[in-house]
């Protein structure tokens, strides 16, 4: 079974502040993918970045970055000088390649605030 | 380009009553999904569309739950018999993908069901 876990329920940072959001993930396949969400106020959900499990290079894109870690099967994502419009609910997701459907399982999201 | 649209936004139900949720994908994706999210959860998967054929139903958690596309573009969700457990937020996305590789997926706005 697929399982994504995200510890951090909420987290409050003042902006300009750096934050990292926690993503642990099970899974038995040997192939996956790994995706982060960001789901605004509006509702929303905004794809962030796709990962597969054979590429674990750290990605930079701005001000985010993500660090991929097979070993301790985590996905970290980080926010740098944080801004208030990056106040959001963040959902890491995983899910296996299929012929035949691709059930992605989320995690539970961390709400982040930013505050002025 | 016009996104992911779901109708209605908003719908309360009395308990008992049938609903039907519409959900029009952007033009010329091949797969749609349906997700329950219950408030303050992540996104989980209730069914999958690669063009007209249903090829996953394994989230939709009873036979109340039907869903279909007949044409393979737009999808409605149907409830039966709503129950209070059945008030969520049904969020509706689209891929441009199909097998193998999942490629992001964008999301509606959801329509918010409150079943009373």
């Known amino acids: 079974a697929q399982k994504v876990t995200q510890a951090q329920t909420e987290i409050s940072v003042v902006e300009k502040e750096d934050v990292t959001l926690d993503c642990v993930y099970e899974t038995r396949d040997t192939t996956y993918y790994l995706f982060w969400y960001k789901q605004p106020p509006s509702g929303e959900l905004v794809f962030l970045i796709r990962?597969?499990?054979?590429?674990?290079q750290n990605e930079i894109s701005g001000r985010y970055s993500w660090n991929f870690q097979k070993s301790t099967s985590s996905f970290n994502f980080t926010i740098t000088a944080s801004q208030v419009v990056d106040s959001a609910v963040y959902f890491c997701a995983l899910t296996p390649p299929s012929n035949y459907g691709q059930n992605f399982v989320f995690g539970p999201g961390t709400r982040l605030s930013v505050l002025p | 380009g016009a996104g992911v649209s779901q109708s209605p936004r908003y719908k309360v139900a009395k308990r008992g009553q049938d609903v039907a949720l519409r959900c029009d994908p952007i033009s010329g994706h091949v797969s749609l999904f349906w997700y329950q999210q219950a408030l303050g959860q992540g996104p989980e998967f209730l069914t999958y569309f690669q063009n007209e054929a249903q090829l996953d139903k394994s989230g939709l958690p009873s036979d109340r739950f039907f869903a279909e596309r007949p044409e393979g573009s737009v999808s409605t969700l149907k409830i039966q018999r709503t129950q209070q457990e059945d008030s969520a937020v049904y969020l509706c996305?689209?891929?441009?993908?199909?097998?193998?590789?999942?490629?992001?997926?964008?999301f509606g706005p959801g329509t918010r069901l409150t079943v009373t």
């Open positions: 996305a689209s891929s441009p993908g199909t097998s193998g590789v999942p490629y992001e997926q964008y």
């Open positions: 990962r597969n499990s054979f590429d674990e």
